[in-house]
């Protein structure tokens, strides 16, 4: 069966400081991979997706980015975090290929709290 | 562009009375309609999806939803709620040319 790893479960940063969540999925091969920040009574806002290797595409301009290294490693990263990078960061994977109307899977989450 | 509007952010209900969550979209193509369940500080877990056939669809924890597309709605409902339900669910749709879209969430607290 697949799962989906990701760590930490809560982070407290100061501003300016670096930011790398890393999130793993196992029991599936080239998955389509997202991260999706939720901040509070905002629902969810997809951040990046990744259909392969290297192959990422940004959602929104921000002060993030994303890294896919290996087929099933999903990194978050950020060089200096700001006070409204906060908010609860979710990794999600869906099945290669056609991803419409393929459900998504959710990591646990990340509390990222910016002091 | 495809939309989802979850039409309320609070719905408070008692203990084994039925519940409704409403959830309506707009989309110029075929749509393809979730709905996900978050407990607390956890991931969002899908409860149902819609993609064609039947407009009454079953999920688990007994909750089910039906799409309209005259109305263009996929409303939550379960007959009678527990505890345990208490949770933020979110509506989601997608389509062919898109990607899946969230609606804003709506926050069922189950009172004893």
């Known amino acids: 069966s697949q799962t989906i790893h990701q760590w930490p479960a809560t982070l407290v940063q100061p501003v300016g400081s670096p930011l790398s969540l890393e999130c793993t999925v196992e029991?599936?091969?080239?998955?389509?991979l997202y991260w999706y920040r939720q901040a509070a009574g905002r629902g969810l806002q997809l951040l990046f997706y990744s259909v392969g290797i290297g192959q990422i595409s940004s959602e929104v301009p921000q002060n993030l980015s994303a890294s896919r290294p290996q087929d099933r490693q999903f990194i978050l990263s950020s060089k200096k975090l700001l006070l409204s990078d906060s908010g609860f960061y979710l990794c999600?994977?869906?099945?290669?290929?056609?991803?419409?109307?393929?459900?998504?899977?959710f990591g646990n989450g990340t509390r990222l709290t910016v002091t | 562009a495809q939309s989802v509007t979850q039409l309320d952010s609070q719905v408070p209900v008692f203990e084994e009375a039925p519940v409704e969550l409403r959830c309506n979209y707009s989309?110029?193509?075929?749509?393809?309609l979730f709905w996900y369940v978050q407990y607390p500080n956890q991931g969002l877990q899908l409860l149902l999806k819609y993609l064609s056939g039947s407009t009454l669809v079953k999920g688990i924890n007994g909750f089910e939803a039906e799409f309209n597309k005259s109305q263009t709605s996929f409303h939550l409902r379960k007959p009678s709620v527990h505890i345990s339900d208490t949770a933020e669910y979110f509506c989601?749709?997608?389509?062919?040319?898109?990607?899946?879209?969230f609606g804003q969430g709506t926050t069922l607290q189950v009172k004893p």
């Open positions: 029991g599936t091969s080239n998955p389509n």
């Open positions: 999600a994977w869906s099945r290669e290929g056609s991803s419409y109307n393929s459900p998504l899977h």
């Open positions: 989601a749709v997608s389509s062919n040319t898109g990607k899946l879209i």
């Open positions: 989309s110029s193509v075929s749509v393809y």
